[in-house]
């Protein structure tokens, strides 16, 4: 178990839907990460975020909101997503930025 | 970040020690060289890392040669359950941005 928790773990979805997936983790770190691995392609970072700032944005479409309520807790918003949406989503979070990421298990999300 | 090379796949007996190699030739001084494995539909999971001197977990053992142009991950006794695609990654954060990038890394099975 890596004390990152990821809800729910499976996800289907029609193009005009709002849905949320949830993130938590219960390592008292400090940054925390949206990831995308689509099918037979490698992982790609969405968002970072450092003491609930997000610092990075890796250029991802404005149908993806990320938020970040506390160190704990990260959200990721959905809507009006496209079927080339589909793809395992992951969250990490590390102590710190430099330091070592550990992920949740991640949501498989379908997109009809 | 440096660019890794590893075999796409690989094959071990359940009970030996599975070796996964790694080539880093354009490493900087100053990245680290980091060990994660997926099982099928999972989280990555982190493994082992080191900056320039071997490194031992309960998981595994990592050796970096002298020059730090290549590694290897050692799995001891590997068993059924260490069936995943291992990626080795060489890591830098600097300036402010999260560049842990995953390749296609090594699909490792291990038969009984």
């Known amino acids: 178990e890596t004390g990152v928790t990821q809800t729910p773990r499976h996800l289907v979805m029609g193009m005009t839907n709002k849905k949320s997936l949830k993130c938590e983790q219960h390592?008292?770190?400090?940054?925390m990460y949206w990831y995308k691995q689509s099918a037979k392609k490698p992982l790609e970072l969405m968002f970072v975020y450092n003491f609930k700032e997000q610092t990075e944005n890796n250029s991802v479409p404005s149908r993806f909101s990320p938020e970040c309520p506390n160190s704990s807790h990260l959200f990721l918003h959905l809507h009006t997503l496209q079927p080339e949406d589909s793809a395992l989503y992951l969250c990490?979070?590390?102590?710190?930025?430099?330091?070592?990421?550990?992920f949740g298990p991640g949501t498989r999300l379908t997109v009809l | 970040d440096a660019k890794t090379t590893q075999p796409t796949s690989m094959d071990c007996a359940e009970g030996r020690a599975a070796n996964l190699p790694c080539n880093h030739s354009t490493i900087s001084g100053n990245e680290y060289v980091y060990w994660y494995r997926q099982i099928h539909s999972q989280g990555p999971q982190y493994i082992i890392h080191?900056?320039?001197n071997n490194e031992t977990n309960e998981m595994a053992s990592l050796i970096i040669t002298e020059d730090r142009k290549s590694s290897t991950l050692i799995l001891p006794h590997a068993t059924l359950r260490d069936t995943a695609v291992y990626y080795c990654?060489?890591?830098?954060?600097?300036?402010?941005?999260?560049?842990?990038?995953f390749g296609k890394g090594t699909k490792l099975t291990v038969n009984p």
């Open positions: 990654i060489a890591h830098l954060y600097q300036g402010g941005s999260e560049k842990l990038v």
């Open positions: 390592l008292g770190h400090n940054a």
């Open positions: 080191g900056l320039k």
């Open positions: 990490a979070s590390s102590q710190e930025r430099r330091y070592t990421q550990y």
